[in-house]
């Protein structure tokens, strides 16, 4: 089984100022990881994931994520923030050995971003 | 292309009731996995279906079902509902070319309140 824990519920930063999400897994087997962004009264989006390769992973609106595989993390960051990144961010997981969709998510982090 | 059509957005139902909640996916996507949202228990998987056949499976009681048509549009249903049912329930698409979570695709939910 795999577990995600976000380690802030909730994280405020100003406009422009740099910002990082932070997020520790477990699991018995290898994952694959995920950030996911959800806006007031929408679904889920997909930011950026990491399958494999290089442990440095670019995903859209500037969002990267570094996996570290020795601190079983994949913390999330953005240099610069904008009060349109306002939103809940959600770390996830999903088993290599799973077949199919099955994800398993974080707690979230409520990012408010002030002006 | 249109994306995943969750209806009806928003319902109301008094406990002991059963509700069904539908799912359309993104046309060509064969996969198509529920989620509830709770503010206490975060995001959790229910079930995902994948040609018709449940392929997953979350840990939920009996009361939660779901079934997938051929035309890989999904229902949900909850038998005798209780307050707790009270959540947002994600249905996610995904074409499913390969055995990961490349890429899921969310509706913006059924709002679900239990009086």
């Known amino acids: 089984a795999q577990s995600v824990t976000q380690l802030d519920s909730q994280v405020p930063v100003f406009e422009e100022a740099p910002v990082e999400l932070r997020c520790n897994y477990s699991s018995s087997v290898s994952v694959y990881l995920f950030w996911y962004v959800q806006y007031p009264n929408q679904g889920l989006q997909l930011l950026l994931k990491?399958?494999?390769?290089?442990?440095l992973v670019k995903g859209i609106n500037g969002f990267e994520a570094e996996f570290n595989k020795s601190q079983t993390s994949f913390h999330l960051r953005k240099p610069s923030v904008h009060i349109s990144d306002t939103a809940e961010y959600f770390c996830?997981?999903?088993?290599?050995?799973?077949?199919?969709?099955?994800?398993?998510f974080g707690g979230g982090t409520r990012l408010m971003v002030k002006p | 292309k249109a994306g995943v059509t969750q209806t009806p957005r928003y319902l109301i139902k008094t406990r002991g009731q059963q509700v069904t909640l539908s799912c359309s996916p993104i046309?060509?996507?064969?996969?198509v996995s529920w989620y509830q949202q709770t503010p206490g228990q975060g995001l959790q998987f229910l079930f995902e279906?994948?040609?018709?056949?449940?392929?997953n499976k979350g840990n939920f009681p009996g009361r939660f079902s779901g079934r997938q048509f051929s035309n890989s549009r999904s229902e949900m249903n909850v038998s005798t509902l209780e307050l707790g049912d009270s959540a947002l329930y994600l249905c996610a698409s995904s074409l499913d070319e390969s055995p990961t979570n490349e890429k899921l695709f969310f509706g913006s939910g059924t709002q679900l309140s239990v009086l």
């Open positions: 046309s060509g996507h064969r996969s």
């Open positions: 990491y399958l494999s390769g290089s442990t």
């Open positions: 279906y994948f040609s018709e056949t449940q392929r």
């Open positions: 996830a997981v999903s088993a290599l050995n799973n077949a199919g969709n099955m994800l398993t």
